[in-house]
Structure formats: structure tokens, C-alpha cells
T-cell receptor
């Protein structure tokens, strides 16, 4: 285990649903990340939070809405998703945001019908 | 924009043989290069990393080499075992919001199969 947990591990939702993904890190890190992993594509960085402040939004559609209530928890709120949003969503954390090793959670496998 | 190319996309070796995966990067300012291993149903796990001030790093059966002039780095696994079978990703650091080399850009991955 890396010290980064994600729930749920699997999620199936319709295009009109609203759901949330949760990430929790037990490493005392100050930075947290959301990535999208699709088949045959590189991991895509979506959002970066540093000390609970969103510092990067990598041109992600507004149907994805992140929330970081404290340095240990990160959420990704989903609404009116499209089938092409089906992917593995990975959370990661690092001590800081300067050349730091990132530790990944197991991911949430999302299927949008 | 910045990118990382990774080759090969699939690699099959016999148990006990060596495996080599190569990556090239485009951003000459990149200075941190981690390698991750992802097994089925799991997130990527860091297996080794290297920074630009060294050319080679070794950890038991795993080694990484870096050529900053040519902008490429490689992962070497010796005496491969069936449990080495997984998808391996290389990554290179790129500038983040604050101008530091804090974000990572990933290769597309190499699926390694080690046959007993």
C-alpha cells in the first residue's frame, strides 16, 4: 500500500447522474493530484492542489469539479459526464510541488453509460 | 508542447533475460525522471527515479541511465522474473505553476511480459 486510498474502486453512472470520487492520503503530504488514465494514452494531469489551494487546472471541462477541504482529502465531483469520460481516475500525493516523488492510489474505474 | 516518447509499447522476454525500456523527452529543463510499475487493478508504483545530476542509478535488479545531452533515459531490468510482468511508465518533470520542475509528463507505457 502506498498510503493513498481511493473510493469507490469502481463506479458506473449515467450521463445525468452526479457522483463524487474520494481520495485520502496518510503520508502527511502537502500536494495532491488528480490524473485521468485512458487506454493507450499517457496519464493526463487534471488538477493540482498545494496546501489545499488549487494551483493548476489542466484545461479540464467544467463537468469535473475538484474539492480539497484539507491537505489529506481530495474529491472529484462529477456531473453530466460523457461516455468518453470513462477511464481510470488516479489520485496522487507528494510532499511538495518541486521535483517531488508522487505516490498514487489504486484508482477509481469509472464507466459512463 | 512537452512530450515523452516511450518504446517499445510491448515487450516479451524469457524468465532470466534482461529487459530494456527507453524514453526520450523534449523539455531540456526536465531534471527529474521517475519510473513507475503498474500491475493489474493497481495504481502506478514508483520503482526507481533519477535526477539530472547523475547518469546512472541502480537498485538490485533495476537500473536507470540518463543521457541529458541526447534527452533520453532507459530502464534496465536484469534476471527478469514472472512477477516483473506489468506495465511500466517513464515520466519527466516539467514546469508547474510556480516555475519549478514539479509536474510530471508520462510516456504511454510498456507492457512487459516475462514468460516462465
Amino acid at each position: 500500500e502506498t498510503g493513498v486510498t481511493q473510493t469507490p474502486r469502481h463506479l458506473v453512472m449515467g450521463m445525468t447522474n452526479k457522483k463524487s470520487l474520494k481520495c485520502e492520503q496518510h503520508l502527511g503530504h502537502n500536494a495532491m493530484y488528480w490524473y485521468k488514465q485512458s487506454a493507450k494514452k499517457p496519464l493526463e494531469l487534471m488538477f493540482v492542489y498545494s496546501l489545499e489551494e488549487r494551483v493548476e487546472n489542466n484545461s479540464v471541462p467544467s463537468r469535473f469539479s475538484p474539492e480539497c477541504p484539507n491537505s489529506s482529502h481530495l474529491f472529484l465531483h462529477l456531473h453530466t459526464l460523457q461516455p468518453e469520460d470513462s477511464a481510470l481516475y488516479l489520485c496522487a500525493s507528494s510532499q511538495g510541488t518541486r521535483e517531488e516523488t508522487q505516490y498514487f492510489g489504486p484508482g477509481t474505474r469509472l464507466t459512463v453509460l | 508542447g512537452e512530450n515523452v516518447e516511450q518504446h517499445p509499447s510491448t515487450l516479451s522476454v524469457q524468465e532470466g533475460d534482461s529487459a530494456v525500456i527507453k524514453c526520450t523527452y523534449s523539455d531540456s529543463a526536465s531534471n527529474y525522471f521517475p519510473w513507475y510499475k503498474q500491475e493489474l487493478g493497481k495504481g502506478p508504483q514508483l520503482i526507481i527515479d533519477i535526477r539530472s545530476n547523475v547518469g546512472e542509478k541502480k537498485d538490485q535488479r533495476i537500473a536507470v541511465t540518463l543521457n541529458k545531452t541526447a534527452k533520453h533515459f532507459s530502464l534496465h531490468i536484469t534476471e527478469t522474473q514472472p512477477e516483473d510482468s506489468a506495465v511500466y511508465f517513464c515520466a519527466a518533470s516539467i514546469k508547474n505553476y510556480g516555475g519549478s520542475q514539479g509536474n510530471l509528463i508520462f510516456g504511454k507505457g510498456t507492457k512487459l511480459s516475462v514468460k516462465p
